[in-house]
């Protein structure tokens, strides 16, 4: 079945790092991908992850699947303010193009 | 690059009335297109898959009586609301699916704020 959890908040200071996790538990995800949505907006593509790699960094974006244990995690190096948003992981199964999100994880950067 | 724009961005009607709200791809040909709805603190819930030239797939669970899509040509969809009701009332946010360059990956749209009085 396709089920993806996250937790609901994170609060971290600027300038630290901050983690995001999920879990997904289908196994057939092809794709991860994690997205950004800033109040009353859209979804923003942050990054994506292929399911046979452990790990790609983007600039200050570092992601890690473990297959074995169904997780994902975002990191955050120096985090901003302009990080502060909500962070949805979402899944692809399959040929349909279809994504699972997950339930999204408030960021709120203090100084 | 991959950007989509939806029209209108917010919209208020009254009870009983139908709404229209567009999703263009602006710089990519979409094939397929995805419409979702997102209650305030929550994730987003797929709807409908919308295939240019052909009928949408709606999730289980969607009346498509209710929620009219449109996808005539390969930078627009459309989703109609018909004889909204206050429950109808959430975000709108439409996704468009790209090959180019890159794995398989939708792009959303702005979102649409939906209120019926």
């Known amino acids: 079945g396709e089920d993806v959890e996250q937790s609901l908040f994170l609060s971290v200071r600027e300038g630290d790092s901050s983690v995001i996790n999920c879990t997904y538990t289908d196994s057939s995800s092809t794709y991860l991908y994690w997205y950004k949505q800033e109040p009353g907006a859209g979804l923003q593509l942050l990054t994506y992850?292929?399911?046979?790699?452990d790990m790609k960094q983007d600039q200050r974006l570092t992601v890690l699947l473990n297959k074995k244990d169904k997780h994902l995690s975002l990191r955050i190096a120096d985090t901003q303010t302009g990080d502060s948003a909500i962070y949805f992981c979402?899944?692809?199964?399959?040929?349909?193009?279809?994504?699972?999100f997950g339930t999204g994880t408030r960021l709120q950067v203090t100084l | 690059g991959a950007v989509v724009s939806q029209h209108p961005s917010w919209v208020i009607c009254k009870s009983g009335t139908s709404v229209k709200i567009e999703c263009r791809s602006l710089d990519f040909q979409a094939t397929t297109m995805f419409w979702y709805r997102q209650f305030p603190k929550q994730s987003l819930m797929l709807m409908a898959t919308s295939n240019e030239g052909s009928k949408a797939t709606y999730e289980q669970g969607v009346e498509k009586d209710k929620f009219l899509i449109n996808h005539a040509s390969l930078t627009l969809s459309t989703l109609t609301v018909t004889s909204a009701h206050p429950e109808d009332s959430s975000f709108y946010i439409c996704s468009a699916r790209s090959l180019a360059g890159g794995p398989d990956t939708q792009y959303f749209g702005p979102g649409t704020r939906l209120t019926v009085l």
């Open positions: 992850i292929f399911s046979n790699m």
């Open positions: 979402a899944e692809r199964t399959g040929t349909a193009s279809k994504l699972t």
